[in-house]
């Protein structure tokens, strides 16, 4: 379970939950692929270090209109 950040700093972050599940998602997707972590934090589950990156803003979220 993730503890911090907590869902409510999340979604400053995003326009909705479901646009913030899809990034965290296919951002754990890729560092569980081997992709390079862009956070300091410690940490074994894939979820828990994209969730991370996304509120420390080094992953941005880039809705369907923007891409």
């Known amino acids: 379970?993730?503890?911090k950040p907590t869902v409510s700093e999340l979604l400053t972050k995003s326009?909705?939950?479901y646009e913030l599940v899809i990034a965290t998602s296919k951002?754990?997707?890729q560092i569980?692929?081997?992709d390079k972590?862009?956070?300091k934090v410690d940490e074994a589950s894939a979820v828990t270090l994209?969730?991370?990156e996304?509120?420390?803003?080094k992953v941005k979220i880039i809705g369907e209109?923007?891409?």
Do not use: D, S
Not at 54 to 57: C, D, H, L, T, Y
């Open 1 to 3: 379970m993730i503890v």
């Open 15 to 17: 326009k909705n939950r």
């Open 27 to 29: 951002r754990a997707r």
């Open 32 to 34: 569980a692929n081997g």
């Open 37 to 39: 972590t862009l956070t």
């Open 50 to 52: 994209a969730a991370n």
């Open 54 to 57: 996304i509120a420390e803003g």
């Open 65 to 67: 209109e923007e891409e």
